[in-house]
Nanobody, 120 residues
């Protein structure tokens, strides 16, 4: 599975971005799709996940501001980001998981990241 993240950029605090993860195969076959991020000097952390049944899970820090979805027709996983904060600055990665239970997946694939920079 190949994943291609795009949509990052420089934005002012309070602004919005739409990230997209293009997937090389039919995403209806993928148990869990996710977005993670890694800020400078910090560990990679979960941002949002969505299951094949469209159940979603969000990090507390992004609830109400980030929305993950699945576009099965386009094989993409968008991440809508609103009310951006400087602490959202990070490289954002998309992730595909197989063999999952309770959002924990036995096999995972990662794409390259896309940089989001939020200025104050």
């Amino acid at each position: 599975v190949q994943l291609q993240a795009s949509g990052g950029g420089l934005v002012q605090a309070g602004g919005s971005l739409r990230l997209s993860c293009a997937v090389s195969e039919s995403i209806w076959r993928i148990d869990v799709m996710g977005w993670y991020r890694q800020a400078p000097g910090k560990q990679r952390e979960l941002v949002a996940q969505i299951t094949s049944g469209d159940e979603t899970k969000y990090a507390d820090s992004v609830k109400g501001r980030f929305t993950i979805s699945r576009d099965n027709a386009e094989n993409t996983v968008p991440l809508e980001i609103n009310n951006l904060k400087p602490e959202d600055t990070a490289v954002y990665y998309c992730n595909a998981g197989f063999g999952c239970a309770h959002y924990e997946c036995f096999t995972q694939y990662w794409g390259q990241g896309t940089l989001v920079t939020v200025s104050s």
